[in-house]
Nanobody
């Protein structure tokens, strides 16, 4: 599967952005999807994940209540709605995919990655 992330940009603190990740192929619905981010000088970290059906979602503690991950299997797309953004959310955001049947936040468990989209939150 090939992934293309989009939707990043510059936003003021307290604002919102919605990231999208479009996947190629006809088997999108068989992939667990996740979002990771990497801030300058830091390691890539888990942000959110969603199961194949969308029935299960998981979040990094610091984004719970602010970010929402969702997917539209008919459009081969996963989304990350980000609200109440803070400068600490500034990072390159990556979508990732893996054919698995249980949740993981370990980036090494994901074989497919998008190219990343930059989110910059100004104070």
């Amino acid at each position: 599967v090939q992934l293309q992330a989009s939707g990043g940009g510059l936003v003021q603190a307290g604002g919102s952005l919605r990231l999208s990740c479009a996947a190629s192929g006809r088997t999108f619905s068989s992939y667990y999807m996740a979002w990771f981010r990497q801030a300058p000088g830091k390691q890539r970290e888990f942000v959110a994940a969603i199961s194949q059906s969308g029935g299960s979602t998981y979040y990094k503690d610091s984004v719970k209540g602010r970010f929402t991950v969702s997917r539209d299997n008919a459009k081969n797309t996963v989304y990350l709605q980000m609200n109440s953004l803070s400068p600490e959310d500034t990072a390159v955001y990556y979508c990732a995919a893996e054919r698995r049947y249980s949740y993981t936040s370990n980036l090494n468990e994901y074989d497919y990655w998008g190219q990343g989209t930059l989110v910059t939150v100004s104070s």
